[in-house]
Antibody, heavy 120, light 107 residues
Framework: EVQLVESGGGLVQPGGSLRLSCAAS????????MGWVRHAPGKGLDWVAN????????YYVESVEGRFTISRDNAKNSLYLQMNSLRVEDTAVYYC?????????????WGQGTLVTVSS | DIQMTQSPSSLSASVGDRVTITCRAS??????LSWYQQKPGKAPKRLIY???SLQSGVPSRFSGSGSGTEFTLTISSLQPEDFASYYC?????????FGPGTKVDIK
């Protein structure tokens, strides 16, 4: 059974930093692109970042470029999102998702989400 | 960037109704579109991928169609568990973009 479990969310002041983690199990992690999607209160879903299966390619939405860094450790079956210079508008539930592999399509499995609140 | 629009933004329907949600892309995305269902406080769940392929385990009352710039999600007979928000996602090019969502509630 595919499982994705996020951790690391919490309350942080504007300008602060957080590191989100996602522990993956139930599939061959190193074969899949992975990504982060967020859901701000009262808003729709927003894609944040993707990383290729071997970590060699990374893509970001413009609003987080230069502030957030996606990374992965295939030996630990783990995905990360380092978030710096956080803004109030980054407040959201952050979901880890299995992004893509040939034959599986996009974002087929999601974690339960971790809440990030940016507030003074 | 490819912009996605959805219509309607919300709808009220009864159990047993046929429901159609439309998603439009600002340019040709071929069949690079997926549909997701999200209930309050829960993670999104994929329903349809590659425009019309049904996700394993998803009831056959859900179907998807379209190509290019116009796509539809159809629920043939709405069930109580289908009251939720629905989002389309284009994955033709970065940045990946979701539609703004359609909330389906009980009439």
């Amino acid at each position: 059974e595919v499982q994705l479990v996020e951790s690391g969310g919490g309350l942080v002041q504007p300008g602060g930093s957080l590191r989100l983690s996602c522990a993956a199990s139930g599939f061959t992690f190193r074969n899949f692109w992975m990504g982060w999607v967020r859901h701000a209160p009262g808003k729709g879903l927003d894609w944040v970042a993707n990383i290729k299966s071997d970590g060699s390619e990374k893509y970001y939405v413009e609003s987080v470029e230069g502030r957030f860094t996606i990374s992965r450790d295939n030996a630990k079956n783990s995905l990360y999102l380092q978030m710096n210079s956080l803004r109030v508008e980054d407040t959201a539930v952050y979901y880890c998702a299995r992004a893509w592999s040939s034959g599986s399509g996009w974002f087929d499995y999601w974690g339960q989400g971790t809440l990030v609140t940016v507030s003074s | 960037d490819i912009q996605m629009t959805q219509s309607p933004s919300s709808l009220s329907a009864s159990v047993g109704d046929r429901v159609t949600i439309t998603c439009r892309a600002s340019r040709d995305i071929r069949n690079e579109l997926s549909w997701y269902q999200q209930k309050p406080g829960k993670a999104p769940k994929r329903l349809i991928y590659a425009t019309s392929s049904l996700q394993s385990g998803v009831p056959s009352r859900f179907s998807g169609s379209g190509s290019g710039t116009e796509f539809t999600l159809t629920i043939s007979s709405l069930q109580p568990e289908d009251f939720a928000s629905y989002y389309c996602l284009q994955h033709k090019s970065y940045p990946l973009t979701f539609g703004p969502g359609t909330k389906v509630d009980i009439k």
